[in-house]
């Protein structure tokens, strides 16, 4: 099997299954009880909490354990808008888990360019015209889909011109194993990320939130968290998202290198061999700084993804078309279209990401299989590629 969908999720590293164990097997008292099995839990949250905050360049303090991305993301909108009142602003990029809050709280939406970067006049514009005081500006460190890094200077301080006192919120979500999460977010307020990402089990994420900074909860119960996520701790999940954590952290220049070298390979050996095949946010011929080590996103003219996944699959290659926690459904991507490309050449689209476990055999595999099934697709539907690649 050839897993290319680390975007949607990764196996769970061996250290952090490791660590996980005691903690569903003897460790596995209540962190919140009074006893010594408690106790020991509590500690082992410490720990992780501290593991957690040093990654990401806050204050153990700071850091809330959430059920994962989502309700990191949807804590970081509600929970301000809750608190302050006034209006959300996202980009049009960011995934569903901040999107749907924030228009479902009356939000502003701001646009990208070609890129996928935010623009920032129009940005400044949204935030000076938005008829209420903004408290909340929501922007992606890195694209599920795409894979393009977002600087959030500029971002940062556009806000403080613009919307003074405003909280400035990133999902990191996609963004931990091939960013320095600490430096790259050091200028936002309030930070997501979730463990299945990197290598950490499923239903564990962090808000981490700036000291100062008050949240209305989501859920009301027995003080967890300082309040601020309420509920019992998912104590194994933690403990083991900071094992992942910590191994992302201590080989991530390392990893950035050996991924962005296969991604390199697989990308030009896919634009070098399909005719007709566009690169996301990325110009002929140009670097891939702008975009994380591990995704490939490709968009073919003449092809529907829904068909072209099918027939990887029965080459063994998992892989998405745009970010596949949105319930499977092939809908048009938002990113793309925010980006500007046409709904068309947007349901032609694939995203290949890799991971730590990521071979040049699971390279090479793509390498063979995708050229095949684009052609077999274009044959089927009769669309010509006579007249070469482009874009
Ligand atoms: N934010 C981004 C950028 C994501 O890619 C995802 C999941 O794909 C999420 C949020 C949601 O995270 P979770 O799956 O932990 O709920």
Same mark, same amino acid.
């Given at each position: ?56 360049? $806050?204050?153990? *303090? ?5 059920? *994962? ?16 009142? &006034?209006r959300? %602003? ?21 646009? =990208?360019?070609?890129? &996928?970067? =935010? ?9 000076? !015209?938005?008829?209420?005081? /903004?408290?909340l500006v ?9 894979? =393009? ?31 320095? %999460? ?17 290598? !950490?089990?499923?239903?564990? *994420? /962090? ?14 119960? !027995? ?9 019992t ?5 933690? %403990? ?7 191994? $992302? ?10 991924v ?43 092809v ?17 078309a ?15 279209a ?12 694939l ?8 071979? $040049?055999?699971? =390279? ?28």
């Amino acid at each position: 099997m050839h897993y290319l969908d680390h975007a949607a999720g990764t196996p769970v590293r061996p250290a952090a299954v490791e660590a996980m164990l005691p903690m569903l097997t003897t460790e596995f008292g209540n962190p919140s009880g009074a006893h010594r099995l408690a106790r020991s839990a509590n500690r082992a949250l410490d720990e992780a909490r501290e593991t957690m905050a040093g990654v990401l360049g $806050v204050h153990p *303090g700071e850091i809330v354990f959430t059920s *994962g991305g989502t309700e990191a993301d949807n804590l970081a909108v509600n929970g301000i808008i809750g608190a302050r009142g &006034g209006r959300a %602003v996202c980009s049009a990029v960011e995934h569903h888990a901040v999107l749907e809050p924030v228009e479902h709280l009356g939000g502003l939406v701001a646009p =990208v360019d070609g890129r &996928g970067l =935010v623009d920032l006049d129009a940005l400044a514009e949204l935030l000076e !015209g938005s008829g209420e005081p /903004v408290t909340l500006v929501s922007v992606m460190l890195a694209n599920n889909e795409t894979g =393009v890094i977002q600087p959030l200077e500029p971002i940062r301080a556009v806000v403080d011109e613009h919307a003074a006192g405003a909280v400035l919120h990133t999902d990191a979500v996609q963004a931990l194993c091939w960013v320095d %999460v600490a430096a790259a977010a050091a200028c936002a307020d309030m930070i997501s990320v979730s463990a299945h990402k990197f290598g !950490g089990p499923k239903g564990t *994420g /962090v808000l981490a939130v700036r000291d100062g900074i008050t949240l209305a909860p989501m859920q009301r119960g !027995g003080g967890q968290e300082k309040g601020r996520r309420n509920g019992t701790q998912n104590a194994p999940g933690i %403990v083991a998202m900071a094992a992942a954590a910590s191994d $992302v952290v201590a080989g991530r220049a390392a990893e950035i290198e050996r991924v962005g070298g296969l991604r390199n390979r697989l990308a030009d050996g896919l634009l070098a061999a399909i005719p007709k095949t566009h690169e996301s946010a990325v110009p002929v011929g140009a670097e891939r700084s702008n975009k994380t080590a591990n995704i490939c996103h490709l968009a073919f003219e003449g092809v529907e993804s829904e068909a072209l996944l099918f027939l990887l699959e029965k080459d063994d290659i998992m892989a998405s078309a745009a970010s596949s926690c949105s319930s499977g459904a092939q809908d048009p991507s938002h990113v793309l279209a925010a980006m500007g490309v046409g709904r068309q050449l947007a349901a032609g689209s694939l995203r290949l990401s890799l991971g730590h476990t990521s071979t $040049v055999a699971d =390279v090479d595999a793509a390498l063979a299989a995708v050229p095949t099934a684009v052609e077999r697709l274009r044959d089927h539907s009769g669309y010509a590629t006579n007249e070469g690649r482009h874009g």
